[in-house]
């Protein structure tokens, strides 16, 4: 079943194949942000029909770091489920993520089969 789709990272090309790849698998994306002062922003004011069910994060972003931009997103839209993307896959960063209430950590690079089979995982 498509899932409403919100992503966030800083680069704009890990933006378009982020877009490109739940996109292609069917799901609809109802918002994008390149920082998390953005993202929240966008998230606050989109119409509740709208509001993401899965949220993709950067982890090192500028204005605001993901983890920070994951506890106000879990305020905002209660019961949103978060991916968590990272070139820095460290212990201690997958436990801050865990520890923040990432549902799903996904280390760069990925194939874009982890992303789409994440989103399945989140149900």
Do not use: W, Y
């Amino acid at each position: 079943m498509p899932k409403k789709i919100f992503i966030i990272d800083d680069a704009d090309f890990m933006v378009d194949i982020l877009l490109l790849i739940v996109q292609e698998a069917g799901h609809v994306v109802v918002g994008t942000a390149f920082n998390g002062v953005q993202a929240l922003e966008a998230i606050e004011n989109l119409p509740t029909a709208f509001a993401p069910e899965v949220v993709t994060v950067d982890f090192h972003m500028p204005k605001l770091d993901g983890m920070e931009t994951v506890r106000r997103i879990r305020t905002l839209v209660p019961g949103v489920r978060i991916i968590l993307i990272s070139a820095h896959a460290t212990f201690p960063v997958v436990m801050q993520a865990k520890d923040v209430g990432v549902d799903v950590f996904i280390a760069k690079p990925f194939e874009p089969q982890a992303i789409l089979n994440a989103i399945d995982k989140l149900g």
